[in-house]
Antibody, heavy 123, light 110 residues
Framework: QVQLQESGPGLVKPSQTLSLTCTVSGDSLSSGNYYWSWIRQHPGKGLEWIGYIYYSGTTYFNPSLKSRVTISVDTSKNQFSLNLNSVTAADTAVFYC???????????????WGQGTLVTVSS | QSALTQPASVSGSPGQSITMSCTGTSSDVGSYKLVSWYQQHPGKAPKLMIY???KRPSGVSNRFSGSKSGNTASLTISGLQAEDEADYYCCSYAGSSTWVFGGGTELTVL
């Protein structure tokens, strides 16, 4: 049973870089069967897809965040990471990592999800 | 890329059926058979309930069903139960390897 767990600082200062790591257990990032995603949820709001990465390092991002986002993968640790730079209070959110899965040559859903971690941007 | 539109809230009594909508555009919902639905209880992570418009993952009750017409997808829950009270989010592939979610619908079981 695959499980994902987010980790990282819960408080980040404005203009700095938000960095989170997702540790995957029960599945290997190197299996090549999935993409590995970051999704956030502003307090009391809806979900926002940030981007995802394939084990090879191929990445895709939400166009609205693309200029500030980096996602990387460390297959030796079975982890993938998110960096979001130049953060402001508007980036305060719960950040989830999730596995993007599909059939044949396309993805169709996000499952499962990590428990989420709240990151607050404040001085 | 704009968020999909969902009603803020819907409600129903135990045993009843409810349907909630998710409206997108011809660039996302209307173009791909890739709408998924997620259930989120307070303080918990979202859980996949429907994928590819109308498919149920193993372990999800058959009381949950999905459908789509044009640019609007729908989630129907039949035989409403107290445990169904949660927030529900739709999601659609939006082309160019990007995805868009809806703002969520709060389901209240009266």
């Amino acid at each position: 049973q695959v499980q994902l767990q987010e980790s990282g600082p819960g408080l980040v200062k404005p203009s700095q870089t938000l960095s989170l790591t997702c540790t995957v257990s029960g599945d290997s990032l190197s299996s090549g069967n999935y993409y590995w995603s970051w999704i956030r949820q502003h307090p009391g709001k809806g979900l926002e897809w940030i981007g995802y990465i394939y084990y090879s390092g191929t990445t895709y991002f939400n166009p609205s965040l693309k200029s500030r986002v980096t996602i990387s993968v460390d297959t030796s640790k079975n982890q993938f990471s998110l960096n979001l730079n130049s953060v402001t209070a508007a980036d305060t959110a719960v950040f989830y990592c999730a596995r993007a899965k599909g059939s044949d040559n396309y993805l169709h859903s996000f499952d499962p999800w990590g428990q989420g971690t709240l990151v607050t941007v404040s001085s | 890329q704009s968020a999909l539109t969902q009603p803020a809230s819907v409600s129903g009594s135990p045993g009843q059926s409810i349907t909630m909508s998710c409206t997108g555009t011809s660039s996302d919902v209307g173009s791909y058979k890739l709408v998924s639905w997620y259930q989120q209880h307070p303080g918990k992570a979202p859980k996949l309930m429907i994928y590819e418009d109308n498919k149920r993952p193993s372990g999800v009750s058959n009381r949950f069903s999905g459908s789509k017409s044009g640019n609007t997808a729908s989630l129907t829950i039949s035989g409403l139960q107290a445990e169904d009270e949660a927030d529900y989010y739709c999601c659609s592939y939006a082309g160019s390897s990007t995805w868009v979610f809806g703002g969520g619908t709060e389901l209240t079981v009266l």
